[in-house]
T-cell receptor, first 116, second 115 residues
């Protein structure tokens, strides 16, 4: 079956602009995660959804970052007033059903965001 | 809170030689442990995971890892590497008791297999 997909694969924007990054999880997966991977580093957790609600948003760096999952499937990560430091690969993962901590997370290919 | 340290940022290794990638973690609670691989221009893929039971875990592509609770380590090994094993490898942990499964990753180890 289809894996996790993310669009766009690459996004170049100018400092101060607004961007939206989209994630389509695997069908039937109730949990969805966003991570950010800066150059030369491991992924860092941003936010976790269980169904439609954000169960844990402790990784969002500041209030410029926001994510939604209105129907419990597709999720959008929104970044306002982008800064050069936001440049990174944004990864989405899904898992489930169920909330077991041992569930495998399936990752998408990522969106590479470049802020000029 | 948890943290993960991957002691080697790069590991060059010759084809058919063994490789070991080191991972140490710190946590105040019990954790699940994972190794992920990221091939060039691809997404992260799960190699193996430790949840409970036997401390020696076998994964895909001939990799295995051993959980050592006293040393808080989860080192990854392969007895004979192939050119196709050239990739970046990430060790990760999640909180055993927390709802959901947010992963805390190490900084990664880049493996370069030479012919």
């Amino acid at each position: 079956g289809a894996g996790v997909s993310q669009t766009p694969s690459n996004k170049v924007t100018e400092k101060g602009k607004y961007v939206e990054l989209r994630c389509d999880p695997i069908s039937g997966h109730t949990a969805l995660y966003w991570y950010r991977q800066s150059l030369g580093q491991g992924p860092e957790f941003l936010i976790y959804f269980q169904g439609t609600g954000a169960a844990d948003d402790s990784g969002l760096p500041n209030d410029r970052f926001f994510a939604v999952r209105p129907e419990g499937s597709v999720s959008t990560l929104k970044i306002q007033r982008t800064e050069r430091g936001d440049s990174a690969v944004y990864l989405c993962a899904s898992s489930g059903p169920g909330t077991s901590g041992g569930n495998e997370q399936f990752f998408g290919p990522g969106t590479r965001l470049t802020v000029l | 809170a948890q943290s993960v340290t991957q002691l080697d940022s790069q590991v060059p290794v010759f084809e058919e030689a063994p490789v070991e990638l080191r991972c140490n973690y710190s946590s105040s609670v019990s954790v699940y442990l994972f190794w992920y691989v990221q091939y060039p221009n691809q997404g992260l893929q799960l190699l193996l995971k430790y949840l409970s039971g036997s401390t020696l875990v076998k994964g895909i592509n001939g990799f295995e890892a051993e959980f050592n609770k006293s040393q808080t380590s989860f080192h990854l090994r392969k007895p004979s590497v192939h050119i196709s094993d050239t990739a970046e490898y990430f060790c990760a942990v999640s909180n055993f008791k927390a709802a959901g499964n947010k992963l805390t990753f190490g900084g990664g180890t880049r493996v370069l297999v030479k012919p």
